[in-house]
């Protein structure tokens, strides 16, 4: 079993900053790359920003120069540092891991349940 947990999510004035964090647990050999999607209402979920076991990182447009994305390897946990926050980043924001579960399996995806983001204007 692999659990992909989120937290750090709430309500936060226009221009705050929250901090989200994401760490996968469980029957977990290696992951690999991870990262942050949303979802608004309404709207299909997208990638926000992602992050390669490396270190090399990749952002949406819109959250360019505001938002953070750093990992923790020994720890199998992802952060994403929101700064400049805007109404329009209102959404659900999911973590991904692509994790290997032993030497001789592919990485797989996991998800997490989500964690609600809201910024009131």
């Known amino acids: 079993q692999v659990q992909v947990v989120e937290s750090g999510g709430g309500l936060v004035q226009t221009g705050g900053s929250l901090r989200l964090s994401c760490a996968a647990s469980?029957?977990?050999?290696?992951?690999?790359?991870m990262g942050w999607y949303r979802q608004a209402p309404g709207k299909e979920r997208e990638l926000v920003a992602a992050i390669t076991r490396d270190g090399s990182t990749n952002y949406a447009d819109s959250v360019k120069g505001r938002f953070t994305i750093s990992r923790d390897n020994a720890k199998n946990t992802v952060y994403l540092q929101m700064n400049s926050l805007k109404p329009e980043d209102t959404a659900v924001y999911y973590c991904n891991a692509q994790i290997r579960r032993s030497s001789y399996t592919a990485p797989m995806p996991y998800w997490g349940k989500g964690t609600q983001v809201t910024v009131s204007s």
């Open positions: 469980g029957s977990i050999f290696s992951h690999n790359a």
